[in-house]
DNA sequence: ACGATATGAATGAATG
DNA sequence: CATTCATTCATATCGT
C-alpha cells in the first residue's frame, strides 16, 4: 500500500514535462484520511455510505489531503468487497457452532480477518459511480445531496472510545499450519477434477503438459 | 524469483526470534506448490479461479506446504498481470495477418513463449485486450484492431464509449460533484456528527472495536 | 552491502 | 455487490 508516503500535495500531479506517466493518477489517500475512513467504517459501521454522506466524508477528508466524493465511494465499496472476499477464500474456517466459545480468533491475516461488528447503517441503496461526470447513481430514492441541511444528530458527546484502542497495525500472518508434508499423491495431473474446473477436459489427448519455465524446479532435484 | 526455496520452515526467516509480527513476511511458494499452480494455469486455462476454486486449490496446495486462499488469489492474479504485463511491451512482432480473426489472439512474447490454449473457464466478458495501446476493448460494434493493421486502431477503450449502454437502470444522479462543502470544524473524532450517520449508534454495547490493521499509520502524525 | 529483478501483497479504479 | 485490471509497494533472492 501507499504507505511511505503521506504527505503527497496531490496537486502538483500534473506532469508537465514530456510523455511521462502522471505523477498520480490515482489518489492516494493520506493517513489521516484512511484513519478517518477507518473509524467510519469500523467505528461506526459506515459500509455504503449515501451520496450525502460522500459528500460528507469527502469535504472533511478534504482537510487532509485533495480528495473526491468518488474516492470515498470507491474506498467504502472496496473495502467492504475485500472484507467480504477474503471470508470466500476461507474454507469454512470453523464450523458455526450454536454454543461454541471456540476461539477462531486464530488468524489475523489480511484475509483471514474476522472483525465483524454491527451494521450501524441499515440501508444500502446499491450505488455506483459515474465517471463520465463523476456523478453518483443510486437505484434508490435519496434525497438530494443538500450539504448542511441534514444534521439532525446532535446527539453523543462523543467522547468516543476509540482513539486509544482503535487501529493498530496487527501483525500479519503468524501462525498457519504448514500441514503434513508431501501428500505423495503422485496424480498431481488430475487438477481438473478437485477444482471442479471441468470434466470434458479429460478428453484431451494431452497426457503430458508442458510447463513454459521450470523455474520453480530450481531445488527440486 | 524464489526459485531456490528450500523447504519452507518458515521459520528461518531469521526472525522468529522473539517478535512474532509478520515473522513470514511473505508466502514463499513451494517447487510443487508453484509447479501446480502452473499446471492449473496453463494446462487447465485458470486465470482467474473463483472463491470455491481457490478454497480447493489451497487446500490442495496446503499438502506442500503453508499457504492460504489469498496466496492462490494473489498468484493467479499476479501471474496474469504481469504475463500480461510484459505483452504490453512487445514492440509489435507479430506480423498481421489479413483475416479478421478473433482479437483474443494472443501475442507470443519474447519474453515467455509458453504455449496456453485453451481457456476452459470460458468466462469471456465482452472485451478483450488491446496489447497494441494496452487498453481494453469491448466487443459490441467494434472490429478487432488488427493488431499491426497500420499503427492505429480508431476505436475508444471501453472507458469512453458509455454514456449509452453502460447505466441505463432507474437511477438519479446524486451529484457528487468535488465541489465540497466544508463543514468548517476540525476535530476528527465526531464523525457520526458531520456525516449524519448515526444517533443510536452510541447506545450499542460494544464500546470497543478491533480495528484490523493501521498500515496507514506511517506519518500521520 | 548494493543494485537489479522477480514476485507476493495491497489497493484504487472500473465494469458487469 | 462481485470480479477484474492496473499500478504500486514490499520483500526475497541473486549477481556483482
Redesign the interface.
Known amino acids: 500500500?501507499?504507505?511511505?508516503q503521506?504527505?503527497q500535495d496531490l496537486g502538483n500531479n500534473r506532469n508537465s514535462s514530456y510523455l511521462c506517466r502522471q505523477s498520480s493518477s490515482r489518489w492516494t489517500?493520506?493517513?489521516?484520511?484512511?484513519?478517518?475512513l477507518?473509524?467510519?467504517y469500523?467505528?461506526?459501521?459506515?459500509r455504503s455510505?449515501?451520496?450525502?454522506?460522500?459528500?460528507?466524508?469527502?469535504?472533511?477528508l478534504?482537510?487532509y489531503g485533495k480528495i473526491?466524493?468518488?474516492n470515498v465511494?470507491y474506498w467504502f465499496q472496496n473495502h467492504k468487497a475485500r472484507e467480504r472476499?477474503?471470508k470466500?477464500?476461507?474454507?469454512t474456517p470453523a464450523p458455526p457452532p450454536p454454543s461454541t466459545t471456540t476461539a477462531t480468533t486464530l488468524l489475523?491475516?489480511?484475509?483471514?480477518?474476522h472483525?465483524h461488528?454491527?451494521h450501524?447503517?441499515s440501508h444500502h441503496p446499491t450505488?455506483?459511480?459515474?465517471?463520465?461526470?463523476?456523478?453518483?447513481?443510486?437505484?434508490h430514492h435519496?434525497s438530494?445531496?443538500e450539504?448542511?441541511s441534514?444534521?439532525?444528530?446532535?446527539?453523543?458527546p462523543?467522547g468516543?472510545?476509540?482513539?486509544s484502542?482503535?487501529?493498530?497495525?496487527?501483525?500479519?500472518?503468524?501462525s498457519?499450519?504448514?500441514?503434513?508434508?508431501?501428500?505423495a499423491?503422485g496424480t498431481?495431473?488430475d487438477?481438473?477434477s478437485?477444482?471442479?474446473?471441468?470434466s470434458y477436459?479429460l478428453d484431451?489427448t494431452?497426457p503430458e503438459?508442458?510447463?513454459?519455465?521450470e523455474?520453480?524446479?530450481?531445488?527440486?532435484g
Not at 470466500?88 to 474454507?91: C, D, S
Not at 484502542?165 to 503468524?174: D, Q
Request: charged share 25%.
Open positions: 500500500m501507499e504507505t511511505t503521506q504527505d489517500p493520506t493517513s489521516d484520511q484512511i484513519r478517518i477507518k473509524e467510519l469500523y467505528n461506526n459501521g459506515i455510505p449515501t451520496a450525502d454522506q460522500i459528500q460528507r466524508i469527502a469535504a472533511r478534504r482537510h473526491e466524493g468518488k465511494f472476499q477474503k470466500r477464500f476461507i474454507p489475523p491475516s489480511p484475509f483471514s480477518d472483525h461488528h454491527m450501524i447503517q450505488h455506483f459511480y459515474n465517471q463520465q461526470n463523476h456523478k453518483l447513481y443510486t437505484t435519496i438530494p445531496p450539504a448542511g441534514s444534521s439532525s444528530q446532535g446527539f453523543m462523543v468516543c472510545s476509540y482513539g484502542v482503535a487501529m493498530e497495525k496487527s501483525f500479519r500472518e503468524c498457519i499450519s504448514p500441514g503434513e508434508s508431501r501428500v499423491g498431481d495431473h487438477f481438473r478437485w477444482v471442479g474446473v471441468d477436459s484431451k494431452k503438459y508442458e510447463i513454459p519455465e523455474d520453480d524446479d530450481g531445488g527440486g
